[in-house]
């Protein structure tokens, strides 16, 4: 099993260009969460989602983010126009459950740092 | 909304010696499910160890075990015997029980834990 894939492990853009962001939950899950984490902050939460939809995007900035997993292939967490203050590491993590037992499967990719330039 | 302080941001012992990171939180939660995660500085994000606020026990995993005073909203982390390769950001995270099966976490800002030689 080869846990949850990020890609790309560092990404670079310049300021007004698209960020593509994918998390590929591992085999089974069909629950995927992205969180963003700033230098020297702890993890905040972006955005939940299952297979076609979208379940709580409370953290999601208004402007700008979007999310999606399709039926098939990764989920992607897209930022158009990307400004400095995007630069972060940008975490996925997948579940099998429902929260039926909280913390039970749940597994962090390796995240992706977006540095904005 | 719920909060986690840890207000240590960085931490240091010799190694083989013992340390316990703090950690409070805020709920009107009655059920929920709190969390330590280390995070190395290959960015990986690695549960610890998990305690069930239903639970009176505390809980243990090797040489990690946490002290959790519900009334008091606090979840300390112990680690015992500690070892070179403990060196990495501690967080403390809460998740709600009954969300609907969301499992969001919500972190706090970490302490940054170095064992010296």
């Known amino acids: 099993n080869a846990g949850v894939m990020q890609n790309p492990r560092h990404l670079v853009r310049r300021r007004g260009q698209e960020a593509r962001l994918r998390c590929s939950p591992m085999k089974g899950h069909s629950h995927v969460y992205w969180y963003r984490q700033l230098p020297e902050e702890g993890l905040k939460f972006m955005v939940y989602l299952q297979k076609e939809n979208i379940i709580d995007e409370s953290g999601m900035p208004k402007e700008r983010f979007s999310a999606e997993f399709p039926k098939e292939g990764p989920s992607i967490l897209r930022i158009q126009q990307v400004v400095r203050g995007d630069s972060a590491a940008y975490f996925c993590?997948?579940?099998?459950?429902?929260?039926?037992?909280?913390?039970?499967?749940?597994?962090f990719g390796s995240g992706t740092r977006l540095t904005v330039v | 909304a719920q909060t986690v302080t840890q207000s240590q941001p960085e931490m240091s012992v010799q190694e083989a010696e013992t340390v316990t990171l703090s950690c409070t939180y805020d709920?009107?939660?009655?059920?929920?499910?709190l969390f330590w995660y280390k995070q190395p500085p290959s960015r990986q994000m690695i549960l610890v160890i998990r305690q069930e606020a239903y639970k009176q026990q505390n809980a243990t995993e090797n040489r990690f075990s946490v002290n959790f005073q519900k009334a008091a909203k606090s979840f300390s982390l112990k680690i015992s015997d500690s070892q070179l390769g403990d060196t990495a950001m501690y967080f403390c995270a809460f998740s709600e029980s009954s969300n609907f099966g969301n499992e969001k976490l919500t972190f706090g800002t970490g302490t940054r834990l170095t064992i010296i030689p």
């Open positions: 993590a997948s579940s099998p459950y429902a929260g039926t037992v909280a913390g039970n499967g749940y597994t």
């Open positions: 709920t009107s939660e009655s059920n929920y499910y």
